[in-house]
């Protein structure tokens, strides 16, 4: 056993690559040999060899293992993760419980490094996603014309499902490079096109996609207020040019949380999640049906997280989580929703509510004048054929009151 750590630094995060030893550095190799527990992957103990301290393989749930770590601070502790720990890695849930000041990381170059380096391609100019244990379905925004995506899947069965996912899209053509094993003796690299993958690699695999869309390829637009052919619905949806404006009245931020009341095709809050990664929403319908209908929705445009509540509002808000934004498209006029609404709503937080009944207008124009906020009409028109020639069809007028909670943030 070795002596405790005499410094506050007694977690060492080590990147492991395929190479294994021979490719840590100096200090790495020394705090190995210094460490009295070394937890990692079945593969990286594998690769590390025989050792005089503790070993522990990575349990599930990993949260057990975590605990295993944090229940030895202040010994010498070592953590093996593949490349760098910290990008799509264990440091993040290590971080969580461990400062900075109480750990360091010697990273090896990550999977994205190493394919980069392999392709000749500008690591800065790829979309960088992991699959590795994720829906898939995330990869739906980033399928754009032209666009270089790098994914780690880690399993053999996700590269042939992105592969299947491309034809339907119509992006067949689109080249796919999947690297194995990357910097060990195992390395093999296999290309194709999308059409023509036969789906066997190894597990340990790192996916580099050109998308290659054909004429009539489903894209989806990078713009708020996609096509409504887009969603599958029951004529329940806000219609895209409503959406759009909507979308840009509520003001999505960075990892802010909208509340989706009445969602119907759950239009509103995909397209919220749409417009940042990290951006969060809670769908609230009532029937069972459109519930289902939205997370179908919801996978195919690539907001596989969106939280879907069924039930009827005011009831099922109770106990979510405090929301950035708010959205009523349906049930304004339900005994109690706006209230409720406005209640959960901090200071700052935005409320907007499209109303295209006159009851539903009734309210929220009294709600304006008790209130505040702003008040708008829409009112849309599309050329429809009036025989052999053509005239304006108006759509239904919408009214939508938005107010932000105690002003502007």
Not at 173 to 180: A, H, P, T, W, Y
């Amino acid at each position: 056993m070795s002596a405790p750590a005499t410094d506050s630094v007694w977690l060492t995060l080590i990147g492991l690559g395929e190479d294994g030893l021979d490719g840590l550095s100096p200090a790495a190799t020394r705090a190995l040999e210094q460490a009295s527990f070394i937890v990692g992957g079945a593969r990286h103990l594998a690769l590390l060899g025989p050792t005089t301290a503790q070993t522990l393989a990575w349990p599930a749930p990993i949260e057990v293992g975590v605990a295993q770590v944090l229940a030895r601070r202040g010994q010498r502790t070592c953590v093996l993760a593949s490349g760098d720990p910290f990008h799509y890695g264990v440091g993040a849930m290590l971080a969580r419980d461990v400062s900075a000041d109480e750990m360091r990381c010697l990273p090896a170059p990550s999977a994205f490094s190493l394919i980069c380096a392999r392709l000749g391609w500008a690591q800065q100019d790829c979309a960088l996603l992991s699959l590795h244990g994720r829906p898939f379905e995330r990869l739906a925004p980033h399928l754009q014309p032209g666009a270089r995506i790098l994914a780690l899947t880690w399993d053999g069965d996700t590269p042939r499902k992105v592969a299947e996912r491309l034809v339907a899209l119509g992006m067949g053509r689109s080249r796919l490079i999947i690297c194995e094993a990357m910097g060990g003796p195992r390395e093999r690299r296999i290309e194709s096109t999308a059409a023509d993958f036969n789906g066997a690699v190894d597990a340990l695999n790192t996916l580099a996609i050109e998308v290659v869309a054909d004429r009539g390829a489903r894209i989806i637009p990078l713009a708020s207020g996609l096509p409504d052919d887009m969603f599958e619905h029951d004529s329940q949806i806000t219609r895209r040019e409503a959406r759009a404006i909507t979308l840009s009245t509520l003001a999505p931020r960075r990892g802010e949380l909208l509340w989706d009341i009445g969602a119907g095709s759950g239009s509103i809050s995909i397209e919220w999640m749409l417009r940042h990664p990290a951006n969060r929403a809670i769908a609230i319908e009532t029937r069972a049906d459109r519930a289902a209908r939205i997370g179908r929705n919801a996978l195919e445009l690539g907001a596989p997280d969106l939280r879907i509540v069924q039930g009827a509002a005011p009831g099922a808000l109770e106990g979510l989580p405090t929301p950035d934004a708010i959205f009523i498209g349906g049930g304004g006029t339900d005994a109690g929703v706006l209230d409720a609404a406005w209640a959960a709503l901090p200071e700052g937080g935005r409320l907007v509510v499209n109303a295209v009944t006159l009851e539903t207008q009734a309210e929220i124009m009294r709600r304006h004048v008790a209130l505040g906020g702003a008040l708008t009409k829409i009112e849309i028109a599309r050329a429809d054929p009036v025989g052999p020639f053509h005239g304006w069809r108006a759509a239904m007028a919408l009214m939508q009151w938005s107010i932000t909670k105690g002003g502007t943030p």
